[in-house]
């Protein structure tokens, strides 16, 4: 299992601010951090859980050039989770496969 700290986790449309993503295989938990977990990795970004059969390269690459937008934390998860879900690139269900996607 891998745990992830992150400034903002979004999955399906919501955005978790300062939260702990918690993967095992496409097992995923998404909480509010609370306190120091031993083995958690910290990551100064953000987290976006995708669809691996939707997201391409070139929808990455557009990510990659929203995260290089200057914007405060909260605009900059607005701006991810309307492309995210303009382009239907969300997970629509637990056994879709995702594809974590790590933007600073």
Known sequence: MKRYLAHAVLDRGVIHYTALLSVDGNEMSIEPFERETSSTEFFPGIIIIASSEAVTSADKDELA???????????????FNDYMTSHNLYRKSDTESPEIIFLK
């Open 65 to 79: 050039a929203i995260a290089s937008t200057p914007a405060t934390l909260r605009q900059r998860s607005a701006l």
